[in-house]
């Protein structure tokens, strides 16, 4: 969100983005809002403007204050409380919602934008999912959807998946994309959890650097020799063919990202 003073053009897509899925949402000005992973707070400062003077949101994260680049959460988060939206906005850095505690009906709405896929593992969002339920009327959801609808959208896919072998392969780092959910996996895990699928929607993401910035992470780890030689063999190799073929099929940059969606649950 600081980084926003960085790169204000590129920052303004990603906000144009989480507009977009606050509006598929329907969060009204007045209502509270629990957002889970709310990481360098992109969506919390759209979510406070969206709940408007009379709302309230807290924004969690697992993170430490010192994680992310170039700018970190701790320094994003008191960039956000300084500024206008600040009033209305709580941010809990270094926290695991499966140890914290709110009073049943807390919140309007619990909110997970685009971090799904860094989660630990399956059981690990199942649970979070199931222990906000008592805590807020609605959950909304949204991630990026594995489904290309261009040519151009694949090596976004290959570089996700990738990533999700290096982890599921038992390299285990604590940066990027950990645990790759598609649609269906993450309808299932809202309904273990307990909650109902309502809506779902497409949301537009043209312009969004997210592919850019996956590639480059996917490359970077498969050229990190001390996390590639933690594979077993056979899944190392299964990446190293990936890599290639993202060298080959990947744009140096301005690669459009996949398309991304929305779902609500009650
Ligand atoms: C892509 S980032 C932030 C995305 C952010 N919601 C947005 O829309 O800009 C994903 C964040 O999820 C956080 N995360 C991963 N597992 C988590 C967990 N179990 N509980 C809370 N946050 C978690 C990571 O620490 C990371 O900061």
Redesign the pocket.
């Given at each position: 969100m600081a980084g926003g003073v960085l790169n204000p053009a590129g920052q303004a897509v990603?906000t144009r983005f989480?507009i977009g899925l606050a509006d598929s949402w329907g969060i009204a000005p007045g209502s509270s809002v629990l957002?889970?992973?709310?990481?360098?707070?992109?969506?919390?400062a759209v979510l406070a403007d969206a709940v408007g003077p009379d709302g309230r949101v807290v924004g969690?994260?697992?993170?430490a204050p010192s994680?992310?680049a170039p700018v970190t959460?701790g320094q994003s988060a008191a960039h956000l409380l300084a500024g206008p939206l600040g009033q209305r906005t709580e941010i809990r850095l270094a926290?695991?919602?499966?140890a914290a505690s709110f009073p049943a009906g807390a919140f309007d709405h619990v909110v997970?934008?685009?971090?799904s896929w860094?989660?630990?593992s399956y059981e690990?969002?199942r649970d979070?999912l199931a222990r906000v339920r008592p805590w807020a009327r609605r959950l909304c959801l949204?991630e990026w959807d594995l489904r290309p609808t261009t040519v151009e959208q694949v090596p976004h896919l290959l570089a996700v998946l990738a990533q999700g072998q290096i982890e599921a392969g038992g390299s285990r780092g604590d940066g990027n994309i950990?645990t790759v959910f598609g649609r269906d996996d993450l309808h299932r895990a809202a309904a273990d959890a307990g909650w109902r699928i309502g809506t779902t929607a497409t949301v537009e993401a043209t312009g969004m650097q997210d592919a850019d910035w996956e590639i480059a992470a996917t490359l970077d780890y498969v050229g990190d020799t001390a996390r590639m030689s933690a594979l077993p063999a056979e899944i190392r190799r299964l990446v190293a063919t990936q890599a290639d073929l993202l060298r080959a099929t990947a744009r140096p940059r301005g690669n459009p990202a996949l398309p991304a969606y929305s779902v609500t649950a009650a």
């Open positions: 990603q989480r957002e889970i992973g709310c990481g360098q707070g992109d969506m919390t969690i994260d697992i993170a994680y992310g959460l926290t695991d919602v499966l997970l934008s685009q971090c860094y989660f630990a690990q969002l979070t949204s950990r």
